[in-house]
């Protein structure tokens, strides 16, 4: 019921009424109910579970729609991280700038490959803090990470300038991002390697776990396809140790058939984003991400939409009450905030977001009128 980043479940209304979860895998499903089957059976029927022709089709189809000469299908975005790291160098010794608002996924696939991660502060757009990551800099940083955040990009003209001036690697963890541009460039594009997630709720999600990963270059491609198959080359040999890393032939045959309805459903969100932004901006105390027309500089997919308000317990309890399901991201944690992990940071600002932003309902499946709903009962709660 969440995204993948959220620990948290949603609360079910303890009222009858209209009924607005936060997310809606039934519905998904049932609504292509036919063809989803029909590609379970044939896949079944061929016997084609691993390294299939589905994978490399799925893959070149990825491929195709990012413009981009290399797709590999692994096992999750957590592998297509911990992958993408591997191919820009980063082990042991090496430091590694987060943000400190991501999925804890961007930290630990940094600590799996032996590097260390620093933590840095978002700005008010949610996205990391450039200013702040030049204060973590130092003599063993390798490697900075963007995290292309709720469907939106970073501002990467920023992000390039300063690791250009320090001589950084980019890992993009664009994991939410799949589709966004930035100045007409898809994240994923910007730096070694783009990773993505195709968790249930993530915008193209599977019926499980799955991932990506892109990038240009022909024999870092080669690696990164010996690394998620246990260093197993086209000839059958192993030339490196690799992981079991791959993504199931099933769900690359699901990822297909969604991939060509995928500008569909982004141009559903956005439309989902542009209801609450007209309806929402003129609620002086919520704090909204910018709108989907707002910025010539940027094209958002919507994977979430989160906003932020001074009263947000008491805001999502209201909407609890009113069948509208909320949560907040990574549980309400930033990962700094996840004391077992002794992870230190200087981030005030993600601090101050961790009281105040929560996510509001926004997939395919939610209609007009449920948007209207949810913008109505906000209204009621702050305007009475
Ligand atoms: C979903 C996500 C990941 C990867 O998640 P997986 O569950 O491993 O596919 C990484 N980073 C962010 C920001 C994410 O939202």
Request: proline share 4%.
């Amino acid at each position: 019921m969440t995204t993948s980043a959220t620990a948290e479940k949603p609360a079910t209304a303890p009222q009858a009424g209209r009924q607005v979860p936060f997310f809606n895998y039934p519905a998904l499903f049932a609504e292509h109910r036919e063809e989803y089957l029909s590609t379970f059976e044939d896949v079944l029927q061929r016997g084609a579970y691993i390294m299939q022709r589905d994978l490399a089709e799925f893959e070149e189809a990825l491929a195709r729609y990012l413009g981009v000469k290399h797709a590999i299908g692994v096992a999750d975005g957590t592998v297509a991280l911990k992958i993408a790291l591997t191919l820009a160098g980063v082990g042991p010794g090496d430091e590694v700038i987060v943000p400190s608002h991501t999925f804890i996924a961007t930290a630990a696939a940094v600590h799996q490959v032996g590097a260390t991660p620093v933590l840095c502060d978002c700005g008010p757009d949610s996205m990391i803090d450039v200013d702040s990551a030049r204060h973590v800099l130092s003599s063993r940083t390798k490697a900075i990470m963007p995290v292309q955040l709720n469907g939106r990009t970073c501002d990467m003209d920023k992000v390039e300038a300063f690791a250009a001036e320090h001589g950084l690697k980019i890992v993009e963890d664009s994991c939410q991002a799949m589709g966004a541009k930035y100045r007409g460039r898809f994240a994923g594009t910007f730096g070694v390697a783009g990773s993505f997630s195709f968790f249930p709720a993530k915008t193209l999600g599977c019926f499980g776990d799955g991932g990506g990963l892109i990038l240009e270059d022909d024999a870092l491609a080669e690696q990164a396809r010996e690394l998620r198959d246990h260093g197993r080359g086209k000839d059958g040999k192993v030339h490196r140790f690799g992981i079991n890393g791959r993504l199931d032939n099933i769900q690359a045959a699901i990822l297909s058939v969604k991939l060509k309805r995928y500008d569909e459903s982004i141009d559903r969100r956005r439309a989902l984003a542009r209801i609450y932004d007209a309806r929402l901006s003129t609620v002086a105390e919520l704090l909204l991400p910018p709108g989907p027309d707002s910025d010539p500089l940027r094209f958002d997919i919507f994977q979430n939409y989160e906003i932020q308000s001074e009263r947000r317990d008491a805001l999502r309890e209201f909407l609890t009450a009113r069948g509208v399901g909320t949560i907040m991201q990574w549980g309400g944690h930033m990962i700094h905030q996840f004391e077992d992990l002794n992870l230190k940071a200087h981030a005030p600002y993600a601090e101050e977001m961790s009281r105040r932003y929560m996510m509001l309902p926004l997939h395919p499946m939610l209609s007009d009128d449920d948007a209207h709903y949810v913008c109505d009962q906000i209204e009621t709660f702050y305007n009475g």
